[in-house]
């Protein structure tokens, strides 16, 4: 394992947020912080409690993962697109480095910006909401999981996308209508049936309603189901990307 080689490419990607802090990391904060002026501040203080948790507090869980998923999802395809659309992919495909290397620089940078982030919101959360946390360690086990995997899939989009168009395609159209049709801002259970069974079809609930649980012990889903699903989305990720290194797929276009 070429340790320098990992710090290279991760320190090179935080460098760039660094360059570039009030869009990665201000504007996401503020974006989420309006969401909690609007639906905790505003709209949560004329909202019934669910499940004995006040609205602004429960949709709490939400807004940070849905800022985290999306956050993730941009950072991990851009870190692996630049190079691409710049040429510079070829400096890193002839050096002496072994792919899971460039994987693990590019992804853990995107993992630490998305944690990052994701520890700000729940810091600003507090400026507006009574909050508590019942089980801290799985809470930060659920931001990890979370963290790791979608950058893993923004690495994939990162890798499959030939223009800017098709890099912007799936966070733009396909992981906002998943995070906000995913329970953040309700509970399924107040849903008719036939769209309860609906919504259990998207992958983002299980996330949400798992991270909520860790705050406030109530959830849509069974905490266990939560981390068996965000670990098999993980493992396709994964598999996915073995078949990648294999092939070499895109990897040169």
């Known amino acids: 394992?070429?340790?320098?080689?990992?710090?290279?490419?991760?320190?090179?990607?935080?460098?760039?947020?660094?360059?570039?802090?009030?869009?990665?990391?201000?504007?996401?904060?503020?974006?989420?912080?309006?969401?909690?002026?609007?639906?905790?501040?505003?709209?949560?203080?004329?909202?019934?409690?669910?499940?004995?948790?006040?609205?602004?507090?429960?949709?709490?869980?939400?807004?940070?993962?849905?800022?985290?998923?999306?956050?993730?999802?941009?950072?991990?395809?851009?870190?692996?697109?630049?190079?691409?659309?710049?040429?510079?992919?070829?400096?890193?495909?002839?050096?002496?480095?072994?792919?899971?290397?460039?994987?693990?620089?590019?992804v853990g940078a995107a993992t630490t910006k998305g944690m990052i982030i994701g520890l700000i919101i729940l810091a600003t959360a507090a400026f507006f909401v009574d909050l508590s946390i019942a089980h801290p360690f799985l809470m930060l086990f659920f931001m990890l999981m979370t963290a790791v995997t979608f950058s893993l899939a923004g690495f994939i989009i990162g890798i499959w996308a030939k223009n800017f168009e098709q890099l912007s395609l799936v966070p733009m159209l396909v992981v906002p209508p998943l995070i906000f049709l995913g329970g953040t801002f309700y509970s399924v259970e107040v849903l008719p049936p036939f769209w309860q069974t609906v919504s259990h079809f998207n992958p983002v609930l299980y996330l949400v309603s798992g991270f909520r649980w860790s705050f406030f012990e109530i959830s849509d889903v069974e905490p266990l189901i939560s981390i068996l699903m965000i670990s098999a989305f993980l493992g396709l990720c994964l598999g996915f990307l073995s078949w990648v290194f294999r092939t070499g797929y895109k990897l040169r276009n």
């Open 1 to 106: 394992m070429n340790v320098e080689a990992i710090k290279a490419i991760y320190f090179y990607e935080m460098a760039r947020t660094r360059r570039t802090l009030l869009q990665s990391v201000v504007s996401p904060v503020v974006s989420t912080a309006l969401y909690f002026i609007v639906f905790g501040a505003a709209v949560g203080s004329r909202m019934q409690e669910i499940g004995g948790v006040a609205y602004g507090a429960f949709i709490t869980p939400g807004l940070i993962m849905l800022t985290l998923i999306s956050q993730c999802v941009a950072n991990g395809s851009s870190g692996i697109y630049f190079p691409k659309f710049t040429g510079t992919i070829y400096e890193v495909l002839s050096s002496p480095v072994a792919m899971t290397e460039v994987l693990i620089g590019y």
